[in-house]
T-cell receptor
Framework: DAGVIQSPRHEVTEMGQEVTLRCKPI?????LFWYRQTMMRGLELLIY????????DSGMPEDRFSAKMPNASFSTLKIQPSEPRDSAVYFC?????????????FGPGTRLTVL | AQSVAQPEDQVNVAEGNPLTVKCTYS??????LFWYVQYPNRGLQFLLK??????LVKGSYGFEAEFNKSQTSFHLKKPSALVSDSALYFC???????????FGAGTRLAVHP
């Protein structure tokens, strides 16, 4: 298995532009998580899905952020419009159902820089 | 609310010496605890977890962790450090109906030759 795949790996954009981050979870995994990592705030959970349905989006910072999971093998995190404070590394993770104790598998991350 | 604390920003250890990375937790109910490692420019990798049972949990790459209920701690240990162990280590606890991982701030481990 290729693991969790994220694209792009790096994104540089200007303030006000729309940014779309993509994630392909491990096949067969029922849960998908989006995290943001910054020096100031560490690792934060933004939103998670179960069977393609958003379960908890309480970590999404503002209405500028939205996430979708149209099918079991694809999810997007969109920021519109982007701001410099959105600069961070965004991780996608997935895990099997069958118990919350199952470990999460993380993708390599997308490093977003908003100028 | 569930939380974990990693009191050390950085731990320095000489290669071949034992290492300990500290983690304390605060939970209501049973604690479900995890350790992850992050190498530069990579995603997090699972090392080990405590769910129930033996207080000493063995994980990947020779790491182990000791669960101590009375001290509410879950310290990560390795008997003999390698330079390649140098990385960022995160302790985490399950929360939110046991579907959300709450991470500590991370501890940077530096192993010197």
């Amino acid at each position: 298995d290729a693991g969790v795949i994220q694209s792009p790996r790096h994104e540089v954009t200007e303030m006000g532009q729309e940014v779309t981050l993509r994630c392909k979870p491990i096949s067969g995994h029922d849960y998908l998580f989006w995290y943001r990592q910054t020096m100031m705030r560490g690792l934060e959970l933004l939103i998670y899905f179960n069977n393609n349905v958003p379960i908890d989006d309480s970590g999404m910072p503002e209405d500028r952020f939205s996430a979708k999971m149209p099918n079991a093998s694809f999810s997007t995190l969109k920021i519109q419009p982007s701001e410099p404070r959105d600069s961070a590394v965004y991780f996608c993770a997935s895990r099997l159902a069958g118990g919350p104790y199952n470990e999460q598998f993380f993708g390599p991350g997308t490093r977003l820089t908003v100028l | 609310a569930q939380s974990v604390a990693q009191p050390e920003d950085q731990v320095n250890v000489a290669e071949g010496n034992p290492l300990t990375v500290k983690c304390t937790y605060s939970v209501s109910g049973n604690p479900y605890l995890f350790w992850y490692v992050q190498y530069p420019n990579r995603g997090l990798q699972f090392l080990l977890k405590y769910i129930t049972g033996d207080n000493l949990v063995k994980g990947s790459y020779g790491f182990e962790a000791e669960f101590n209920k009375s001290q509410t701690s879950f310290h990560l240990k390795k008997p003999s450090a390698l330079v390649s162990d140098s990385a960022l280590y995160f302790c985490a606890v399950l929360s939110g109906g046991y579907n959300k991982l709450i991470f500590g701030a991370g501890t940077r481990l530096a192993v010197h030759p």
